[in-house]
């Protein structure tokens, strides 16, 4: 039963995608308004497909621009987040080269960078900023990798140097600070069931793992249920630098994460120790003159 499901779904995702892929790519092309919205529609039918049953916690920001920075665990991460709201992603440049999901990424607008090139900062930052300025809601993984879903690896600060250029308010023809939402995507059960330690690898892609035997296993295994949390939304002035940005983030997505895993979710977002955390990254950059 196992292999036969694995089996439907893996053929119905890739044949759904090939279906939309001509659709989507004459939307972008002609500047069709469909283009925007048709990778959310997508996303939504696909993890109603896969059987993946999404808990979103707290609110999206919006009425200004804004960047979302979320822990990474998995491919699966694109689908559950993408579900939720139109949205692009921003991927390292790798991603453009390989084949299908390469495709996708390209036809969802994804922002590629060369996370390894430091000379390639400011071009990636430059180009995160105009499309955030264009209306565009992008979604950054600071940690620069997948973890295996059960702990929330240290955020890297350098992209998030965009939250230091103002966004043109169009409306009131004036300069306002672009705003950063932390994001915490957790998997917390399996057919119903707490997933543990020991199923979560089976989801969480990392390391070395190959993507299409990774594929496989995690359509043959069922239901599952994930539980997204959207963080207390800040700007870099209110946080003082990028690097204590990037410490709130991550701080708020541990937060979340230990929640979700332990089933605390009934409890209100405790943001308030993201923030000490950021204040505390602050006085250490402070105290060793940085």
């Not at 939504?44 to 920001?61: A, E, Q, S, Y």
């Not at 922002?111 to 264009?134: G, K, L, M, P």
């Not at 199923?199 to 390391?207: D, K, L, N």
């Not at 940005?245 to 991550?250: I, M, T």
Request: some cysteine.
């Amino acid at each position: 039963m196992a292999t036969a499901r694995a089996a439907i779904l893996l053929a119905g995702f890739i044949s759904s995608a090939i279906l939309l892929m001509p659709l989507q790519w004459l939307g972008l092309k002609f500047g069709l308004s469909y283009a925007s919205t048709l990778p959310n529609r997508y996303h939504r039918f696909l993890c109603r497909m896969i059987g993946i049953r999404v808990t979103r916690r707290g609110v999206p920001h919006q009425g200004s621009a804004c960047l979302i920075a979320a822990n990474h665990t998995s491919w699966l991460d694109i689908p559950v987040i993408a579900s939720l709201e139109p949205c692009s992603f921003v991927a390292k440049s790798e991603v453009a080269g390989w084949p299908f999901f390469g495709t996708l990424a390209r036809l969802q607008r994804t922002v590629f960078v060369e996370r390894e090139r430091r000379t390639r900062t400011v071009h990636s930052r430059n180009e995160i900023h105009a499309r955030i300025a264009a209306g565009d809601r992008l979604v950054l993984f600071p940690e620069g990798t997948s973890s295996d879903g059960n702990r929330v690896l240290t955020f890297k600060s350098a992209l998030m140097s965009v939250a230091q250029l103002t966004i043109v308010n169009g409306d009131e023809d004036r300069e306002a600070d672009l705003v950063v939402q932390p994001m915490s995507v957790t998997y917390v059960r399996l057919h119903g069931l707490p997933m543990g330690r020991y199923f979560r690898p089976f989801f969480a892609w990392y390391g070395d793992m190959e993507l299409f035997p990774h594929l496989w296993e995690a359509f043959s295994l069922g239901p599952i249920e994930v539980v997204v949390e959207y963080h207390k939304p800040v700007t870099i002035r209110e946080i003082g630098n990028r690097k204590a940005l990037a410490a709130y983030c991550e701080s708020c997505c541990r937060e979340g994460q230990t929640r979700a895993l332990t089933g605390r979710l009934a409890e209100p977002a405790a943001d308030g120790a993201a923030l000490a955390a950021a204040e505390g990254a602050v006085r250490r950059l402070a105290g060793a003159g940085g």
